[in-house]
């Protein structure tokens, strides 16, 4: 939706802000971490990263971890000036662009917020296909040697809009789940058969922990690991992002401890320390 004025889109992102915090306020939260420490919340974590998640659940990250020093990636198009209102209202940096096709002044942009903080980025947005990942986040992880987390998000049952990604908006007072994989590390200097075999097999990772956290939603199960979590800002991130984290695991390290096979996992040797 394209929005005429900038007091139209104030308008509409304080609009929009109020039935998030509200909206989402009642959900039951619950996520599985593969490693805890990646949640710029937690007392231990170190060094920053990049967050993906498909374009569908944005709602679920964009109400719990705003104000945890936190970038996210988007578009230029018109389409996402309210959203970059409302992403900056709940405790997000924005950078708008495209990190792969002519995107030397917003890698630069990114390369400058990676010195000090995190970066998140939905990797089918903004027009999709929906869950293809597009070689993006691949790229900057690889030209900025920081790690990736794929978060794996879903709600019971949501209301879905008929968009192209089938926008999820859950319905008051059920559960939102989610599966959060470990640091994955990402080689340095990949060409573009090493991005490819990425860019597919975080596709295939991410998909599956959606699937995962979709079906947890539903069901209402117990997952043993599984945490509580609420909205919250980070009283560590400023500072703790600049540090050295974990070098992360490689990708067919994930792959093979979700139980999906690696074998296609070609290139995935440790980036140099």
């Known amino acids: 939706m394209k929005f005429a004025s900038s007091l139209t889109i104030g308008a509409t992102a304080l609009a929009a802000t109020a039935t998030i915090r509200h909206w989402m306020g009642t959900l039951d939260y619950r996520v599985e971490f593969g490693d805890p420490t990646v949640d710029p919340v937690h007392p231990e974590y170190r060094g920053a990263k990049i967050y993906v998640f498909w374009h569908e659940n944005i709602l679920l990250p964009l109400y719990l971890r705003g104000h945890s020093n936190i970038s996210m990636l988007l578009s230029r198009h018109g389409d996402a000036d309210v959203l970059d209102r409302v992403a900056r209202m709940n405790g997000f940096g924005v950078v708008r662009g495209s990190t792969f096709n002519g995107g030397s002044v917003v890698l630069r942009q990114l390369a400058k917020r990676a010195e000090e903080g995190n970066l998140t980025i939905t990797p089918d947005g903004p027009r999709g296909p929906r869950r293809r990942l597009a070689p993006g986040c691949v790229f900057l992880a690889s030209t900025l040697g920081i790690p990736i987390v794929a978060m794996g998000l ?79 800002p980070s009283r560590v991130a400023r500072h703790a992002a600049r540090l050295a984290g974990p070098p992360g695991v490689t990708l067919g390290e994930e792959l093979d401890r979700v139980g999906l096979a690696p074998a296609d996992v070609r290139g995935d040797e440790r980036p140099a320390a």
């Open 154 to 232: 879903g709600y019971d049952r949501p209301y879905r809009f008929g968009t192209w990604d089938r926008f999820a908006l859950p319905r008051p007072f059920t559960r939102a789940r989610g599966i959060v994989s470990r640091a994955i590390a990402v080689p340095t200097e990949l060409d573009r058969d090493g991005i490819e075999t990425h860019r597919a097999g975080i596709e295939r990772l991410l998909t599956h922990l959606s699937d995962e956290a979709e079906a947890w939603a539903t069901a209402g199960t117990h997952r043993p690991g599984a945490r509580i979590v609420r909205k919250e």
